[in-house]
């Protein structure tokens, strides 16, 4: 379990390390002592192909300075004194590839040079919440936000991802694929390329993403939805979908569905006999039309695939997790994730 520490004197049966979670949204790190929470901060995204490398650091040492500082109060924590502290970075845009390695080198020297006791170790941010949610044990995380990924560990030596494919190529259940889908439906009703003519629930979405007609929605997603953006368009359709709007309904339990099959093509790829499924990411954790769809189908692969798929009420701590795998915690889970 992990529970909040009060500010002590430095004891030498501490075991300091340190998590930090980076996404396209924001930034959170914690400093841990052993299981407890001594210092948490937060910033901005850190993303380094969303936001540029120069920001990323930026707000990944504003989240790590919060969070030391909050750590060391009352004399708690004086590193220059201390052997090097494992610090774990789950990071969205440090996937796979020579992309991916020149992301984790140029982020490694830049911090580096500002926290020279810091003892650095690069991981995805897929990686970091799986960890942080199974701790070492079998079963599959699903993510259905912004974007849409999935990563299954059968407990012993393999480790495989889906999805994650970004949003030019379309992120499937995603928020955003979503947002999309609706936007391309209402410009061809409004233009005669699909009959009815606009729906009742078309005017409360552009209204949410500041449209005044369907073909603003072009410039917008010319540039990208911001977060607030992609909330408020979401927010649109689900309430529509309340009202018994058929369409927003259908786009929601489509990617809910969508989001399930990451699992099943996970579950099967494996050969797991039966395996524990959790969520995250606010799209499919807290969309009611989403998340009730993700666990029908989950029923349904079960069925099919004669397997038992079993949604787990487990929450991702991508903290915990990033700070677990930089101390070795769980080694066949780390093995697994350097091999795959």
Same mark, same amino acid.
């Given at each position: ?180 889908? +609706? @936007?391309? #439906?209402? %410009? ?7 009959? !009815? =003519?606009?729906? &009742?629930? $078309?005017? *409360? ?61 996970? +579950? @099967?790829? #494996?050969? %797991? ?7 995250? !990411? =606010?799209?499919? &954790?807290? $969309?009611? *039309? ?51």
């Amino acid at each position: 379990m992990i529970g909040v520490c009060p500010p002590k004197g430095y004891d030498p049966g501490m075991q300091f390390r340190i998590g930090v979670d980076g996404g396209g949204s924001k930034t959170r790190a914690t400093l841990f002592s052993n299981a407890c929470v001594l210092g948490k901060g937060h910033a901005g995204p850190s993303n380094p192909l969303a936001v540029g490398m120069e920001v990323a650091a930026s707000n990944l040492t504003r989240a790590l300075e919060q969070a030391l500082a909050e750590g060391g109060e009352g004399g708690a924590l004086s590193f220059k004194d201390k052997e090097s502290v494992p610090a774990g970075f789950g990071i969205a845009g440090l996937g796979a590839g020579e992309r991916g390695r020149e992301a984790r080198e140029s982020l490694g020297s830049l911090l580096a040079s500002r926290f020279p006791t810091l003892e650095l170790r690069f991981f995805t941010d897929l990686e970091a919440a799986f960890a942080g949610t199974f701790e070492g044990e079998l079963g599959i995380l699903v993510i259905g936000g912004t974007g849409s990924s999935a990563m299954g560990f059968d407990g012993k030596d393999r480790c495989i991802r889906v999805g994650g494919f970004g949003k030019r190529l379309g992120d499937p259940g995603s928020g955003f694929s979503v947002l999309l889908e +609706a @936007a391309q #439906l209402l %410009l061809s009703r409004s233009e005669g390329l699909l009959p !009815g =003519g606009l729906p &009742s629930w $078309s005017l *409360p979405f552009l209204h949410a993403l500041s449209c005044d007609d369907p073909r603003a929605l072009i410039p917008l997603f010319a540039r990208d939805p911001s977060p607030q953006e992609l909330e408020g368009g979401i927010g649109a359709l689900e309430e529509a979908a309340s009202k018994g709007a058929e369409e927003p309904l259908a786009l929601l339990q489509k990617a809910g569905r969508i989001l399930a099959d990451h699992a099943g093509a996970l +579950a @099967a790829r #494996l050969a %797991l006999p039966k395996v524990p499924v959790a969520c995250a !990411g =606010g799209f499919l &954790s807290k $969309s009611q *039309p989403v998340h009730k769809a993700f666990c029908a189908r989950l029923e349904a692969l079960s069925r099919e695939q004669e397997r038992a798929l079993v949604y787990s009420d487990r929450h991702p701590r991508p903290e915990w997790g990033a700070a677990g795998l930089a101390v070795e915690a769980w080694p066949s889970l780390l093995n697994a994730l350097n091999s795959h």
